[in-house]
Antibody
Framework: EVQLVESGGGLVQPGGSLRLSCAAS????????MNWVRQAPGKGLEWVSY????????YYADSVKGRFTISRDNAKNSLYLQMNSLRAEDTAVYYC????????????WGQGTLVTVSS | AIRMTQSPSSFSASTGDRVTITCRAS??????LAWYQQKPGKAPKLLIY???TLQSGVPSRFSGSGSGTDFTLTISCLQSEDFATYYC??????????FGQGTKVEIK
C-alpha cells in the first residue's frame, strides 16, 4: 500500500525556519517525481515545489522561490522541504504528493502537516 | 502563468442529481487536466486525469470531458459520499501545477 506521511510542522515565528519531511513507503520512491502542495486555512490548493526522481531537476512557485528548498534522499525514501524566512502567508497545511507515471497528476497524497507562522 | 477558473464556486444538490462543474483555463492546455475531490480535514483524492481518464478505483458515476480551455466534471447520480469540494488542476505548464479555486457541493 502506498503511504506518504508528513512530519515537521508546527508553530514558528515570522522570519523563522522549519523543515518538513515526507516518509514514503509501499512503492519504489526513487522512481517517482514528487511535489509539495499547500492549503491555507479555508482556502484552495497551491502548488509549492517539484523535484525529479533523481533530484536533479527542481522547480518552485514564485511565492516561495529563494526561501524554500526541496530535496530528497532516495536511500531513506524521504522527501524534504526546508522553509526559511517564513511569513504569515506561509501558514497552511503542507502535503507531499506523488506524481503518477501515466497520469502526470498527483495520484497519492500524504495526510498533511500544519505549519503556522505567527508571533 | 496559467489561471484556472471553476464555476460555480458552490452549489446545493440532492442525492440522485446529475451535477456538472466547469473549469476554464486562461490558455490552451490540451488535455493536461485533472480533477480532485477533497473532504474536510482530508487530503485531496485524484478522480480524473488527462481530462477524461478515470483513476483506478473511482466510481464510474464520475466522468470528465473537454480539451483546450474548457473542461467539465460530471457526477451522474450524486451519492451522499460525494458531498465535498472539487478542484481542477492543469499540468500542461511544465513542472508547475495550477489549481482552480474549488467548487463546494453541498446537500440541499
Amino acid at each position: 500500500e502506498v503511504q506518504l506521511v508528513e512530519s515537521g510542522g508546527g508553530l514558528v515565528q515570522p522570519g523563522g525556519s522549519l523543515r518538513l519531511s515526507c516518509a514514503a513507503s509501499g512503492f519504489t520512491f526513487s522512481s517517482y517525481e514528487m511535489n509539495w502542495v499547500r492549503q491555507a486555512p479555508g482556502k484552495g490548493l497551491e502548488w509549492v515545489s517539484y523535484i525529479s526522481s533523481s533530484g536533479s531537476t527542481i522547480y518552485y512557485a514564485d511565492s516561495v522561490k529563494g526561501r524554500f528548498t526541496i530535496s530528497r534522499d532516495n536511500a531513506k525514501n524521504s522527501l524534504y522541504l526546508q522553509m526559511n524566512s517564513l511569513r504569515a502567508e506561509d501558514t497552511a497545511v503542507y502535503y507531499c504528493a506523488r506524481e503518477g507515471y501515466s497520469s502526470g497528476a498527483a495520484d497519492y497524497w500524504g495526510q498533511g502537516t500544519l505549519v503556522t507562522v505567527s508571533s | 502563468a496559467i489561471r484556472m477558473t471553476q464555476s460555480p464556486s458552490s452549489f446545493s444538490a440532492s442525492t440522485g442529481d446529475r451535477v456538472t462543474i466547469t473549469c476554464r483555463a486562461s490558455q490552451g492546455i490540451s488535455s493536461y487536466l485533472a480533477w480532485y475531490q477533497q473532504k474536510p480535514g482530508k487530503a485531496p483524492k485524484l478522480l480524473i486525469y488527462a481530462a477524461s481518464t478515470l483513476q483506478s478505483g473511482v466510481p464510474s458515476r464520475f466522468s470528465g470531458s473537454g480539451s483546450g480551455t474548457d473542461f467539465t466534471l460530471t457526477i451522474s447520480c450524486l451519492q451522499s459520499e460525494d458531498f465535498a469540494t472539487y478542484y481542477c488542476q492543469q499540468y500542461y505548464s511544465y513542472r508547475t501545477w495550477t489549481f482552480g479555486q474549488g467548487t463546494k457541493v453541498e446537500i440541499k
